[in-house]
């Protein structure tokens, strides 16, 4: 069955420090997500492409976090620096573009800023 | 004001017990509806879309009523295994935005 691949799995990182997490989309699937899960709370989306356009990054800090999906399959999302609030998993989901149709999420990046 | 709302719980339950949980969104033009399920420390898979009329999956039925702008998940008979976070999601007019309640926490109990 095919699944949406991030990695790593876990990152540990000091506060200041830069970090980036990786996608890789169920293929054919022109929409990705990027969204943060605090303990104890639903997934917030970050950011959303369509190919490899943004159509919304209305949540995302920008003046910290960028996201990019250049070529329109696979996706980098990048924090610097990290803040100890950013602590959190970071979930990527796709899914084919069309009315109904259902997101599939990663595993997630499990991170801890220390 | 969030678009989705939803009771966090937890519900803790014995077995065999019926169970619902709801939810109210804000977009009335909201195109699509569904239930996801979460367990601890992994990522959210879809339990079941939400129809217009109503929806049954085995034990399961989720309900939408547009009018009011909530939805509802039912679990009957419940099991063990039925123990984790249940999500509601709504979508955006277009279809293409996603936004996820906060969850509902269900624990069986033997």
């Known amino acids: 069955e095919a699944e949406v691949a991030q990695s790593p799995r876990y990152k540990i990182t000091e506060k200041s420090q830069a970090v980036a997490f990786w996608c890789d989309p169920i293929?054919?699937?022109?929409?990705l997500y990027w969204y943060r899960q605090i303990l104890g709370q639903g997934p917030e989306l970050l950011v959303q492409?369509?190919?490899?356009?943004?159509?919304?990054d209305s949540q995302l800090p920008k003046d910290r976090f960028s996201a990019e999906r250049l070529k329109g399959v696979d996706s980098t999302l990048k924090i610097q620096p990290a803040e100890l609030g950013d602590s959190a998993m970071y979930l990527c989901?796709?899914?084919?573009?069309?009315?109904?149709?259902?997101?599939?999420f990663g595993q997630g990046t499990r991170l801890t800023v220390v | 004001r969030k678009e989705v709302e939803q009771d966090p719980g937890p519900f803790n339950v014995p077995e065999g017990a019926t169970v619902a949980f709801n939810c109210t969104y804000s977009?009335?033009?909201?195109?699509?509806f569904f239930w996801y399920r979460q367990d601890c420390r992994k990522e959210p898979k879809l339990l079941m879309s939400?129809?217009?009329s109503g929806n049954e999956d085995g034990r399961f039925t989720a309900q939408l009523n547009r009018a009011s702008q909530y939805i509802s998940l039912l679990i009957r008979d419940s099991k063990l295994s039925d123990s984790a976070t249940y999500l509601c999601?709504?979508?955006?007019?277009?279809?293409?935005?996603?936004?996820f309640g906060t969850g509902t926490s269900l624990t069986v109990i033997p």
């Open positions: 999601v709504v979508t955006s007019n277009t279809g293409n935005q996603f936004y």
């Open positions: 939400v129809y217009s």
């Open positions: 293929s054919g699937h022109a929409t």
């Open positions: 977009n009335s033009a909201s195109q699509s």
């Open positions: 989901a796709s899914r084919l573009t069309g009315s109904g149709t259902e997101a599939f």
């Open positions: 492409f369509q190919d490899e356009s943004v159509v919304d």
